[in-house]
């Protein structure tokens, strides 16, 4: 494998689900890119830029940067995310949520996607998380190959089933149209052939980047969730289906997606 002109980058996954929805979402994170004919590592700036927003949650809304982010536990006033010692009441809950996601400098532009699909019973019932993580390979590798760049993957700690889908679509990973049986069509194999290395994974608690994935994909869920007219009714007086609007527009791969242009696959 020969290093692509246009350098390496690398995704951090995570999810959120229910026993209706599956949300899979991954941000890039720029690690390697030529400027003026020399190759320079450029990752460590991108995590500056999240050690200050961390930085910035504490100063305003007084969430320590230690306090691990988790999306579910915020949204709903638990965790006891005020100063690390105190729940907010769910609409303060609510509006820090939102300015979390306000401002996300160190995600560059277009580098947000999702993927989502129904699923049935069992949350490793693996045909439709399948579909959600192959759908969301395939824009990853699409954006990869547009760029000419490399890429690894990290997933958050304890789901080995994602490593296992990985390692398939770097092999096999149906392109153009059906996979988990809601398509119907020719497919062409296009594997992630770009991407180094094997699936990594990462301990969220030590991770901005992969907390960053968390607190998105949740608000990409409540957003799918309000679409589907399912939100529990305290869910719905607080309008957590806008979360995910709170995101500015410029970090969000819109290409991704179909109507709306909001950097989220709905598969059905």
Same mark, same amino acid.
Request: charged fraction near 20%; proline fraction near 4%; charge should be positive.
């Given at each position: 494998?020969?290093?692509?002109?246009?350098?390496?980058?690398?995704?951090?996954?995570?999810?959120?689900?229910?026993?209706?929805?599956?949300?899979?979402?991954?941000?890039?994170?720029?690690?390697?890119?030529?400027?003026?004919?020399?190759?320079?590592?450029?990752?460590?700036?991108?995590?500056?830029?999240?050690?200050?927003?961390?930085?910035a949650?504490k100063?305003t809304l007084?969430?320590?940067?230690?306090?691990?982010?988790?999306?579910?536990?915020?949204?709903?006033?638990?965790?006891?995310?005020?100063?690390?010692?105190?729940?907010?009441?769910?609409?303060?809950?609510?509006?820090?949520?939102?300015?979390?996601?306000?401002?996300?400098?160190?995600?560059?532009?277009?580098?947000?996607?999702?993927?989502?699909?129904?699923?049935?019973?069992?949350?490793?019932?693996?045909?439709?998380?399948?579909?959600?993580?192959?759908?969301?390979?395939?824009?990853?590798?699409?954006?990869?190959?547009?760029?000419?760049?490399?890429?690894?993957?990290?997933?958050?700690?304890?789901?080995?089933?994602?490593?296992?889908?990985?390692r398939?679509?770097?092999?096999?990973?149906?392109?153009?149209?059906?996979?988990?049986?809601?398509?119907?069509?020719a497919?062409?194999?296009?594997?992630?052939?770009?991407?180094?290395?094997?699936?990594?994974?990462?301990?969220?608690?030590?991770?901005?980047?992969?907390?960053?994935?968390?607190?998105?994909?949740?608000?990409?869920?409540?957003?799918?969730?309000?679409?589907?007219? $399912?939100?529990?009714?305290?869910?719905?007086?607080?309008?957590?289906?806008?979360?995910?609007?709170?995101?500015?527009?410029?970090?969000?791969?819109?290409?991704?997606?179909?109507?709306p242009?909001?950097g989220?696959?709905?598969? $059905?």
């Amino acid at each position: 494998m020969h290093l692509r002109s246009g350098g390496i980058d690398v995704y951090y996954i995570d999810e959120s689900h229910d026993r209706q929805v599956f949300v899979a979402t991954a941000i890039r994170i720029p690690f390697l890119r030529q400027i003026e004919g020399v190759w320079q590592i450029v990752w460590p700036n991108h995590l500056a830029q999240a050690k200050a927003w961390r930085k910035a949650i504490k100063e305003t809304l007084y969430i320590p940067t230690a306090k691990e982010l988790h999306g579910v536990k915020l949204a709903g006033g638990r965790g006891n995310f005020l100063k690390g010692k105190h729940n907010f009441h769910k609409p303060q809950a609510a509006k820090a949520y939102r300015s979390i996601l306000s401002s996300l400098p160190f995600i560059p532009s277009e580098g947000i996607m999702s993927a989502s699909a129904s699923r049935g019973k069992y949350l490793y019932g693996y045909e439709r998380i399948e579909a959600a993580m192959y759908a969301l390979f395939q824009r990853m590798r699409t954006q990869c190959s547009k760029a000419n760049r490399n890429a690894l993957t990290f997933f958050d700690q304890g789901h080995p089933e994602y490593r296992k889908l990985y390692r398939r679509a770097q092999v096999h990973l149906p392109t153009g149209s059906a996979f988990g049986g809601w398509l119907t069509g020719a497919t062409k194999n296009m594997p992630l052939d770009m991407f180094t290395k094997d699936a990594n994974d990462k301990n969220s608690k030590h991770c901005y980047f992969t907390q960053a994935a968390d607190v998105i994909a949740y608000a990409a869920f409540m957003k799918l969730k309000g679409e589907m007219n $399912k939100l529990e009714q305290w869910q719905n007086d607080l309008k957590l289906h806008t979360l995910y609007d709170a995101i500015p527009v410029a970090h969000i791969n819109t290409k991704v997606s179909g109507s709306p242009k909001d950097g989220i696959v709905r598969l $059905k």
